[in-house]
């Protein structure tokens, strides 16, 4: 079944611990991207990868960071997460050609204490 | 992108077509229509999308008017399952970046 898949799909952490939220697909997308949603501002982009070690900022990159090593992982990392980083997070993904029309995956809820 | 306009909310009964509407007066003549839902805190689900003819998948059907100012998508047979916020989208097929922009949507509630 194509899919995308994030993983934890819920997290509580701290502030500053280091935390990972994995993305992957499995359709040979090339294009992948984070949101993260939040009550009255909709869906923005963090990041998003054209393909493999191609990255850019989104609309809201501050605090976060990518990496595209393999085309089907797309990890989100936050180093020292802060409470103005608790959201709803979303990976996509999507063919070149298609940009789009993009899978989402289920979603990460992450409360940051 | 061109800007959206939809109803903020709209009710249907179970079984019955739920129309959807959605203007798009500035629409240029290389930018598609797209329509995506999200069901509460799930991940947007892409639907359907199309340039000036009727679309038709197994999801819905994509009605534009010949203008291509407007559009409605349906929903033939609604049921509870597809309460959600329905999205209508109007971008160029091919842009430099992938990120949608998502306007406010019409809550769509399907009713027993």
């Known amino acids: 079944e194509a899919q995308v898949t994030q993983n934890p799909r819920y997290l509580i952490t701290v502030t500053g611990k280091k935390l990972t939220v994995t993305c992957s697909q499995n359709m040979n997308h090339e294009y992948m991207s984070w949101y993260r949603q939040d009550p009255g501002l909709g869906l923005r982009q963090i990041y998003y990868?054209?393909?493999?070690?191609?990255?850019d900022k989104g609309d809201v990159p501050e605090g976060y960071k990518v990496s595209r090593k393999e085309k089907r992982n797309f990890p989100l990392i936050l180093e020292s997460p802060s409470p103005n980083q608790t959201s709803l997070y979303f990976c996509a993904s999507s063919r070149a050609g298609a940009k789009n029309i993009q899978y989402f995956g289920a979603g990460t809820r992450l409360s940051v204490l | 992108d061109a800007k959206t306009t939809q109803p903020p909310s709209m009710d249907c009964a179970e079984g019955r077509a739920a129309n959807l509407p959605c203007n798009h007066s500035t629409i240029s003549g290389n930018e598609y229509v797209y329509w995506y839902r999200q069901i509460h805190s799930q991940g947007p689900q892409y639907i359907i999308h199309?340039?000036?003819n009727n679309e038709t998948n197994e999801m819905a059907s994509l009605i534009i008017t010949e203008d291509r100012k407007s559009s409605t998508l349906i929903l033939p047979h609604a049921t509870l399952r597809d309460t959600a916020v329905y999205y209508c989208?109007?971008?160029?097929?091919?842009?430099?970046?992938?990120?949608?922009?998502f306007g406010e949507g019409t809550q769509l509630t399907v009713n027993p």
């Open positions: 990868s054209m393909n493999v070690e191609v990255t």
């Open positions: 199309g340039l000036k």
């Open positions: 989208i109007v971008r160029v097929q091919e842009t430099s970046g992938s990120r949608l922009t």
